[in-house]
């Protein structure tokens, strides 16, 4: 069980910003306008045109992803658009955390998404509510993980491993900068807190297999190497491309 001195969060999240990065979340309402909830974005109905970003956020981020990456098959514009949307939730989780010794409400229903963004600017929380950092696994992994996983499901043929995969690729991504960023400021304390509550979260059935415990190398791939002109990822399971 991880024991931390608990600070205050304050309505902006302050401490974030010198993370930088995935780890820094916006606070209050957006400037663009009203954006759509994450919890909408995880129930809305598939819509095969991917246009309309309020009634269908999930196909349309996969679309944009695609033009983006010249994805030669949608699953690989699936997985890399999860493991970005993974990677922000458990960094902006892990690091408030770290830092704070609290983790903010990161219920969907207050989690707004612009998937025409990208960080920092692509999330945007309505309402700081402090909750204690042991609610961090049932806050991003049953919270938002379970349900976009699911939503993924529904509009392309994916491993569900593929995605747990790119949830525990991008949980260890996230200690890692934070470990960092930990070293090059003198806050060890935030490294030994990350790693404490990332090692809880990994002893979860669904991350528990996704890494190899001695190399932290994944135990599946997340198909980078199948776009054009794309390698392997510093943690693949494999050693080279494979033929395909």
């Known amino acids: ?37 994450l919890a909408q974005a995880y129930t809305a109905p598939r819509l095969d045109t991917g246009h309309d970003v309020y009634a269908d956020p999930i196909t349309f981020r996969i679309h944009k992803v695609a033009q983006s990456i010249q994805a030669p098959e949608p699953r690989i514009a699936v997985s890399v658009a999860h493991q970005a949307l993974a990677a922000r939730l458990w960094s902006v989780a892990l690091g408030t955390a770290a830092l704070y010794g609290r983790l ?89 807190r990350a790693r404490t509550l990332a090692a809880e979260l990994f002893a979860h059935s669904d991350l528990s297999g996704t890494l190899d415990p001695a190399t932290l190398r994944r135990r599946s791939c997340c198909l980078y190497y199948r776009l054009p002109g794309g390698g392997l990822c510093g943690d693949c399971c494999f050693t080279r491309p494979p033929k395909h």
């Open 104 to 192: 903010p409400d990161l219920d969907p229903r207050l989690l707004h998404w612009d998937p025409a963004g990208s960080a920092l600017d692509d999330l945007w929380l309505s309402e700081v509510r402090p909750l204690p950092v042991e609610a961090i696994g049932e806050v991003v992994r049953g919270g938002h993980l379970v349900p976009l996983a699911a939503a993924l499901r529904s509009r392309c043929h994916i491993s569900a491993g593929l995605l747990w995969g790119n949830a525990g690729s991008a949980l260890a991504g996230a200690v890692r900068q934070l470990d960092r960023w930990a070293q090059a400021n003198g806050r060890a304390e935030v490294s030994g």
């Open 1 to 37: 069980m991880v024991l931390l001195l608990f600070v205050d969060l304050d309505p902006q999240l302050a401490a974030l910003g010198p993370l930088g990065g995935f780890f820094v979340l916006r606070t209050g309402v957006p400037p663009r306008g009203p954006l759509p909830t």
